[in-house]
């Protein structure tokens, strides 16, 4: 499968995600030529982790913003909040 590229680079997250439904439209057609197939899920894995990472740099950024200074994170963000219910 040809690596993954990011060239040319979107603009910002908004224009990755506008090519990445653009893409999905072209997979989903029946015509699709095979080799442009390969091109377009290797450029679509490209795009995905280049939102991946805005994603985590804007959680890290309210993170940073939400912290109180001095304190520090310890939680993981994504983890389930603990059942303190009495039972």
Do not use: K, N, W
């Not at 030529?33 to 994603?55: G, K, N, P, T, Y």
């Not at 939400?66 to 009495?86: I, K, N, R, Y």
């Amino acid at each position: 499968m040809t690596p993954p590229t990011l060239d040319p680079v979107p603009t910002g997250y908004a224009d990755a995600i506008d090519e990445l439904e653009s893409i999905l439209r072209e997979i989903e057609d029946d015509d699709v030529d095979v080799d442009h197939l390969a091109q377009q899920v290797s450029r679509a894995a490209a795009l995905i982790e280049f939102c991946r990472d805005r994603i985590l740099a804007a959680r890290a950024a309210v993170d940073d913003a939400t912290t109180p200074e001095g304190a520090t994170v310890t939680a993981d963000s994504d983890a389930e909040p603990a059942d303190v219910s009495a039972g």
